[in-house]
């Protein structure tokens, strides 16, 4: 990861988990395209409409905010939280 750039509280624990895919629709993230104050999906579907997908910005609308609908990180995220629950759940076990 680059060092120059400044980490948010989205950022993913391991960056490789980023997949590019957008985990709403399954395209691609770099086609969704700013529109206003989101980012809209420009690719087709098998029957031949534009897709719907419509990803609004989450925490301050700046570019990278893309990033937190990825699919990847959204695993990754689901991961981090099933660790920390076990992590909470084992300890309260042992201080019972």
């Given at each position: 990861?680059?060092p120059s750039t400044p980490?948010?509280?989205?950022?993913?624990?391991?960056?490789?988990?980023?997949?590019?895919?957008?985990?709403?629709?399954?395209h691609l993230l770099a086609n969704h395209l700013k529109?206003?104050?989101?980012?809209?999906?420009?690719?087709?579907?098998?029957?031949?409409?534009?897709?719907?997908?419509?990803?609004?910005?989450?925490?301050?609308?700046?570019?990278?905010?893309?990033?937190?609908?990825?699919?990847?990180?959204?695993?990754?995220?689901?991961?981090?939280?099933?660790?920390?629950?076990?992590?909470?759940?084992?300890?309260?076990?042992?201080?019972?």
């Amino acid at each position: 990861m680059d060092p120059s750039t400044p980490k948010g509280r989205h950022e993913a624990l391991r960056p490789d988990y980023r997949s590019g895919t957008c985990c709403v629709c399954g395209h691609l993230l770099a086609n969704h395209l700013k529109d206003g104050d989101g980012w809209r999906c420009t690719e087709r579907g098998l029957d031949a409409r534009r897709c719907e997908c419509f990803l609004r910005p989450i925490l301050t609308g700046t570019e990278r905010e893309k990033d937190f609908y990825d699919l990847g990180w959204r695993m990754n995220a689901s991961e981090r939280e099933v660790y920390e629950f076990k992590k909470r759940f084992r300890d309260s076990y042992r201080r019972w």
